[in-house]
């Protein structure tokens, strides 16, 4: 990745569970390894600043055991990667080694690591994103046994009111037994679209966190669709500018602008300017939705998975799944 220098395992130390007490160290190596790679890239005057210490406390318990760390012989961070698992579907990420230690076999021990845990913990689905215009790290990924999938693509529309937002409700403005039940029933809503996979967990810690909330789309005291969403900066003392949407399942389709619009009045409530949504390149029907909304295309990423653990395609509704933080 960056300079070659000769591997030497015995000062490695790791890896150990990550915590709270590491995010000033894990956002140094995070800007700086980050850095590196656009400089190499030819992005000579990008710097990647660092991450809110709001989403790395998300990012830390959302992966729990996943939050994996290895130290040098001066007890630094020398490399890190964020395993995270919602069900059967396992992702990772962010991932970085130090820039000093790139080139000598870290990356791919974090990977390999990463993939073990994942496997242990009966993932059928494991998977990264990665920059598709960096050509070594599709290479890397590949030799390690990923294969390339379609573009995600990052789209912003405009926060606005819902002019109807009739059916909705927001997740942190429940009573504790009706939290309860849309929990149960947003675990049941996924699990009827893609077996095994379970959201549950994720929307319980952003509202516990308070990073952001869930809107819930109901039909009659039935849950049929939901959108996770944060609307914490992503980056460190930034103010609100986009309110981006991690997770969203609807049992159909059709109903796809409706949540948009109902997510978007929740990002103008919230003080957020625009909405940031992700969605996978097989989804070609929402994607012409929000086109037609109005989006502005941002940002591209190139979706991988392990051979043998690709992702599945619901058959029927919708599953959007965000493998970043």
Known sequence: ????????????????????DDIGELNQVFSESFTERYRRDGMVGVRVPFLNPSIWRYALEDAAEGAMIWRDDRDHIAAFNMV????????????????????????KEIVQRGVEWLKAQGSSVIGLE?????????????????????????????????????????????????????????????????????YSREITLTSDLSVGDTVLLYDGDRVVGFALAHTAPLVEGRAREELRVLKLALEDESRFEDMLRAVGDLARRSGTRRVSLRVQ????????????????????DLRMSLSAYEERRPEHGLVLSNWEI
Do not use: K
């Open 84 to 107: 995270h698992r919602s069900g059967a579907e396992g992702w990772m990420g962010p991932l970085a080694v130090r820039t000093e230690y790139q080139g000598n076999g870290m990356g």
């Open 281 to 300: 390149g097989e989804f070609a029907a929402a994607y012409r939705r929000v086109i037609a909304m109005g989006a502005n295309v941002r940002w591209t």
């Open 130 to 198: 990665t920059m598709p215009r960096t050509m070594d790290n599709i290479g890397f990924y590949s030799r390690l046994g990923f294969l390339p999938g379609r573009l995600t693509i990052t789209m912003t529309l405009e926060a606005q009111n819902a002019i109807d937002a009739g059916g909705m409700l927001l997740f942190g403005r429940l009573s504790p037994r009706a939290r309860d039940d849309a929990l149960g029933q947003c675990r049941a809503l996924v699990q009827r679209l893609l077996p095994g996979y379970d």
């Open 1 to 20: 990745m960056a300079t070659s220098r000769a591997f030497r395992p015995q000062v490695f130390d790791g890896p150990t569970r990550a915590t709270a």
